[in-house]
């Protein structure tokens, strides 16, 4: 059984969109690297996973990018939800001017095998070290999950476009009010046109077709 390893109830709805029964939420906490990339932590974060379930898993890590902002708060979107709050984030931005953005998605496969080559990237953590910050490096040799193992990982990723706005609508979660995408925002559509748009159903979409093929004994 493939196993969707994430705490955010929103994602596995979505997930399930996609999916169906070929999926079941793994609700374990894994332990989420400081790094510049939602790649790396997700990579990361599916190499723990798959180490704790012994099946296969997939992570998914995403934030939104203010391009006004460089990208921040990227993939300290999570830290920054829970101290600033979305409705400041969206203060700021519009009171800067820096209202374009983009929500982005990073899916981690991890099954313990090697991959064939196709266009999707695989992660063998040799970027580790690269992407992470200065404050991982430093304490890389120390950290068991930053030096774990280099089992590969297969990634799809998502983005959308949007623009950042004030809060509307009662749907989705996260970041979803204030981020608009054709005039409606993400927390005022069905989770069926989310997906059909948004960075997780985009990366979703290439990762169920790539797995349709993938068999695992
Ligand atoms: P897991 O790590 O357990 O999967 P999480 O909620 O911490 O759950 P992320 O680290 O990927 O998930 O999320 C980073 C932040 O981005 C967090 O504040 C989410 O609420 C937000 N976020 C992720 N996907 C989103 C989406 O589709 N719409 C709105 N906000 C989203």
Redesign the pocket.
């Known amino acids: 059984m493939l196993r969707y390893?994430?705490?955010?109830e929103?994602?596995v709805r979505?997930a399930e969109e996609y999916l169906g029964d070929d999926i079941a939420a793994l609700d374990y906490?894994?332990p989420?690297i400081q790094a510049d990339s939602?790649e790396a932590?997700a990579a990361e974060?599916a190499r723990s996973a798959f180490e704790y379930a012994d099946e296969p898993v997939i992570?998914?890590?995403?934030?939104?990018y203010i391009e006004g902002f460089d990208g921040f708060p990227g993939p300290y979107?999570?830290y920054?939800?829970?101290t600033l709050g979305i409705e400041r984030v969206g203060r700021l931005a519009r009171g800067e001017d820096a209202t374009r953005a983009q929500?982005r998605?990073v899916i981690a496969y991890c099954d313990g095998e090697g991959f064939e080559a196709s266009p999707e990237p695989v992660d063998t953590g040799d970027r580790r070290g690269q992407d992470l910050s200065a404050d991982d490096r430093a304490g890389a040799t120390t950290d068991d999950t930053v030096a774990g193992s280099d089992l590969p990982v297969k990634l799809f990723t998502g983005a959308v476009p949007g623009t950042i706005v004030e809060p509307r609508g009662e749907g989705?979660?996260?970041?979803?009010p204030i981020?608009e995408h054709d005039g409606t925002t993400?927390a005022e559509m069905s989770a069926e046109r989310?997906n059909a748009i948004?960075?997780?159903g985009r990366a979703l979409g290439k990762f169920a077709e790539w797995y349709a093929n993938r068999r695992v004994d």
């Open positions: 390893v994430t705490t955010n929103g994602k979505e906490d894994y989420e939602l932590v974060g992570v998914d890590d995403a934030g939104l979107s999570a920054v939800e829970n929500f998605c989705g979660f996260g970041y979803d981020f993400f989310k948004s960075h997780r």
